[in-house]
């Protein structure tokens, strides 16, 4: 028996007609014999619509109401999901995430499963059950119900999945796969049939939104083999593999690219022990997450660190500096929201010198500045003016050769 756990997402279970849609799909994949745990989201706009809800009530929603609140979402499209596959002659159960005991921290809003109860899962699909499960959701040792994050049903699915040993995990979405670049930016961006866990968290984590990082995490850490497939029309999809020898010849995957940045500089921070500790002690009390740092060489005792944020945390992490700034007796702060950062990634990086100098050279090809440069093992991050994002992820596309058919998996 082949065991499959599916997740669809907002779109895929958008209104009657497409939970319809879903349920032949299940109810196909059933009929062929395969054993089948199906995680859903809510309807897309409804998680929105319930945290407008609260805020009507309250400026500030306690973090426990809120969960028990948006998490009602994930419940009606849950059992809408089982009735339909009722209606088909399947024998499915719906479940909340404490039902099937999706045991999570107690951190409201983006909780962390630590543990699931598989049992009760695993006996329904003994008894022929197709089992529902109603993502993004859990339960904390005392019983509250939490939520995982906004997109939290993939790491539903995936934890599921590991769970379960399943066979595969399949994410259900509005795209077909994950592209070597932003369709909707690169016309001629085309679907990977299989990208390696690293690549794919890189790609996450940089804005590429087709999973929930946190999920691709998971799937790495206990080897779920994933697929994203598209929910409208038949496809292969794109496997996350582990295998890296499969991929030897591709030497870069995609070019990602977060337009929500910005960046903020301190001049002439005397450059000594303990400046950077300081700095981003208060920068992270605040709770602002901090993406590329670079300190310059320094100069007379003095050096300027330049470093990037979120644009939403853009003013709270000015103000925090200016003061800091002072504290440290250091020069100006001067702060620019308008910038992006693309990213060239791909394993074959490891393996292959002169991808920097491509990169470099087709930005500067197209006039493009580069403000930073970060790099890892597998990526290469730079930051430009915002009016260059779409420019400058082409003119990286076409560089490395990214369009085109799909190379035979
Ligand atoms: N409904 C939740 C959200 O909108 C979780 C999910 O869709 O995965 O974020
Ligand atoms: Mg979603």
Request: glycine share 8%; charged share 25%; hydrophobic share 45%.
């Amino acid at each position: 028996m082949t065991l499959i756990v599916q997740k669809y997402g907002g779109t895929s279970v958008a209104n009657i007609e497409r939970i319809n849609a879903v349920a032949d799909r299940v109810s196909r994949m059933r009929s062929a014999g395969n054993d089948m745990v199906v995680v859903v989201s809510a309807m897309s706009g409804e998680t929105d619509r319930l945290l407008r809800l609260a805020t009507e009530v309250h400026p500030n929603p306690p973090p426990r109401e809120l969960d028990v609140l948006i998490a009602t979402g994930e419940q009606e499209t849950a059992a809408l999901l089982s009735m339909a596959l009722q209606q088909r002659g399947h024998d499915a159960r719906s479940y909340m995430g404490h039902q099937v005991h999706i045991l999570t921290d107690n951190v409201h809003g983006k909780a962390r499963i630590r543990m699931i109860d598989d049992a009760r899962v695993r006996k329904d699909l003994g008894r022929g059950r197709v089992v529902v499960v109603a993502g993004f959701q859990g339960v904390d040792e005392e019983g509250n119900i939490t939520t995982l994050g906004r997109g939290g049903s993939d790491t539903t699915a995936v934890a599921m999945a590991a769970a379960l040993k399943a066979d595969e995990c399949q994410i259900y979405t509005d795209v077909d796969g994950v592209y070597t670049a932003d369709p909707r930016i690169v016309p001629d961006a085309r679907r990977l049939d299989r990208i390696t866990v690293e690549e794919m968290l890189e790609l996450a984590s940089l804005g590429a939104k087709v999973l929930q990082t946190r999920s691709v995490q998971f799937a790495g850490r206990y080897k779920v083999p994933l697929r994203v497939l598209s929910s409208f029309d038949e496809g292969p999809g794109t496997l996350i593999t582990f295998e890296e020898h499969a991929m030897e010849d591709i030497l870069i995957s995609g070019i990602a690219y977060a337009r929500d940045e910005a960046k903020l500089t301190v001049t002439d921070v005397p450059d000594r022990p303990g400046v950077a500790w300081t700095l981003f002690a208060e920068i992270g009390a605040a709770n602002i997450d901090v993406d590329m740092i670079v300190q310059n060489v320094g100069a007379d005792g003095l050096t300027d660190m330049t470093f990037t944020v979120h644009r939403a945390d853009y003013d709270k992490a000015l103000k925090i500096l200016k003061k800091v700034a002072q504290a440290l007796s250091a020069g100006d702060v001067i702060g620019d929201d308008k910038i992006v950062k693309i990213s060239v990634v791909g394993v074959g990086m490891r393996s292959h010198a002169g991808i920097a100098a491509t990169a470099f050279r087709a930005l500067s090809d197209e006039g493009i500045n580069i403000q930073m440069i970060s790099t890892s093992e597998i990526k290469i991050s730079v930051v430009v003016e915002e009016k260059y994002l779409e420019l400058g992820v082409r003119a990286l596309h076409s560089a490395f050769g990214l369009a085109g058919p799909p190379a035979a998996g």
